[in-house]
């Protein structure tokens, strides 16, 4: 297993991506910059291993799902899952991509997943992309940030921690077709 590490991207705190409406160096929501840096693309050719030519354009369907999560998990009530054409009804690589502070749906709707890059990418990979959402929480957390530091219990860091129990349920329904 290797890290890549990306030193000369300029980007402000946000995703650098390629077709995004906020100025690279900018902080601003949705958190998705134009860098001229295809960090889905970079991402995911990386870790299935594949080169391949990619659209302009995602031509798939993102829409929403039901998450099913537990109270007390910080999980908001839906996600979303993108399914390209030739992945609906048939068996397809599945990618999870984990939102940022500010970037759940609470904040921008599905603004992170029309424009990260991620969706024309699984088109040419053959790639299920799922968006679990975290919900605000205006005590506990206030931005919707998934648990980095025990809002959700002490065993938020482990495979027993609710956060990480409600991803791998969702994809056991996805792996079921029930997504």
Do not use: K
Request: proline share 5%; glycine share 12%.
């Amino acid at each position: 297993t290797a890290i890549v590490r990306v030193t000369d991207v300029p980007s402000a705190h946000g995703f650098p991506a390629q077709q995004a409406s906020a100025p690279c160096g900018e902080m601003r929501s949705p958190f998705v910059n134009d860098c001229g840096y295809d960090g889905a693309g970079e991402l995911l050719q990386f870790l299935t291993d594949q080169s391949t030519d990619v659209a302009d354009t995602a031509t798939g369907v993102l829409e929403a799902f039901e998450q099913q999560a537990p109270e007390g998990s910080g999980f908001a009530a839906q996600g979303f899952i993108y399914r390209p054409a030739q992945c609906v009804g048939a068996s397809c690589g599945l990618h999870i991509v984990l939102h940022g502070c500010g970037q759940g749906a609470s904040y921008v709707g599905d603004a992170v997943a029309q424009t990260a890059g991620y969706n024309r990418w699984a088109d040419a990979l053959d790639l299920v992309i799922i968006y679990p959402q975290i919900a605000p929480n205006a005590v506990s957390n206030p931005l919707g940030w998934w648990d980095w530091w025990g809002y959700t219990g002490a065993a938020f860091a482990t495979r027993d921690g609710i956060q990480v129990q409600t991803l791998r349920a969702i994809i056991a329904r996805y792996e079921q077709a029930a997504l």
